[in-house]
């Protein structure tokens, strides 16, 4: 079972240059989200979506846009990259609405603006 | 801003030893989650405990939740090597959204 897959792994890029992050879930999930992480913040929200349709800002919107193609598939696109953009970015999907469900995550796109 | 604060930072205990780990929130939720991220890897959920709920146990984790006080501890019994990970506490908020919040994490690490 794959459960949920990001593409890529690993990213390079330099300041102003875009690149779109992708994720998959194969669990029939109706929510999904993208995430950030950094040394000692933990996990901040960027974009969620929680139905096929529809996405919400989250946390910290400010630099990305998203894109819910189809249940499945939920992108994250940086227009023009900046160094603060450095990260791990974790895609996660769960099955149920709000105020239940557990969240099923990827293993991380590791991203580097110089 | 955080909803979930995780106290301890870090802890570093010896194998069967037993680990404690606390996590605070600010509003009232549904649920709250625990996970868990192995260096490099994505979190795992480990167990969700509801509102009215105020105790859980799964294996060798046992979590509390004291909605009072707006507060939830994981308990690790007996913990071993492979326990040495990451502990989120993650909370479901009343206010809508279907979203998740974090807190910032316990790096726990167990030594033979």
């Known amino acids: 079972n794959a459960g949920v897959t990001q593409t890529p792994k690993f990213q390079v890029l330099k300041t102003g240059q875009s690149m779109t992050l992708q994720c998959a879930q194969d669990m029939n999930h109706n929510s999904m989200y993208w995430y950030r992480q950094d040394p000692g913040m933990g996990l901040r929200l960027i974009y969620y979506s929680a139905s096929e349709g529809t996405t919400d800002k989250g946390e910290v919107p400010n630099g990305y846009n998203v894109s819910r193609l189809n249940k499945r598939e939920f992108s994250l696109r940086l227009e023009s990259a900046a160094p603060s953009q450095t990260s791990v970015y974790f895609c996660?999907?769960?099955?149920?609405?709000?105020?239940?469900?557990?969240?099923?995550f990827g293993e991380g796109s590791r991203l580097t603006v110089l | 801003s955080q909803q979930g604060e995780e106290d301890p930072q870090a802890l570093s205990i010896q194998e069967g030893e037993n680990a404690t780990m606390n996590c605070s929130y600010k509003?009232?939720?549904?649920?709250l989650q625990w996970y868990r991220q192995n260096s490099g890897r994505g979190l795992v959920h480990l167990i969700l405990?509801?509102?009215?709920?105020r105790e859980k146990h799964s294996g060798r984790l046992r979590v509390t939740l004291d909605t009072s006080k707006k507060s939830s501890s994981l308990l690790i019994t007996a913990s071993r090597a492979a326990d040495t990970a990451s502990y989120f506490c993650a909370t479901d908020g009343t206010g809508g959204g279907n979203k998740l919040t974090f807190g910032t994490g316990t790096q726990l690490k167990v030594e033979l």
């Open positions: 509003t009232s939720i549904n649920n």
């Open positions: 996660a999907s769960r099955s149920k609405g709000a105020g239940t469900g557990e969240l099923f």
């Open positions: 405990i509801r509102s009215n709920e």
